[in-house]
């Protein structure tokens, strides 16, 4: 996957469908022939909603972009915990939840060439 467009996929809104959605475009066949995704959000979030779907997913979560491994069949996902979302809920609008959002565009953009 080395030679393909590598583009970030931000979950979004913890408690919405974007990581169900992120997930389910992550593991597209047609997807990662096309590009290398990596997911930015909390690693413990994406799980709960795999879980939740009951969707199999096998995710190798990382600190740095550098550190993915754009070979493997794994979804890369970078981690950005939100510690503050704990006791999240499904479909539910919250502050904390919006904060969230900001922080996974901030983190997403740190491994943006510069130039």
Known sequence: MADKTRIAIAIGDPAGIGPEISLKVARDPSVRRACSPILVGDARILQCHAAACRI?????????????????????????????LAGFEFGAVTAA???????LCRRG??????G
């Open 56 to 84: 199999p997913v096998d995710l190798r979560v990382i600190a740095r972009v550098q550190d993915v491994d754009w070979s493997a069949e794994r979804v890369n996902v970078l981690d950005c915990a939100q510690p503050g």
């Open 109 to 114: 953009d740190q491994g943006r060439p510069r």
């Open 97 to 103: 939840c919006g904060q969230a959002c900001a922080r």
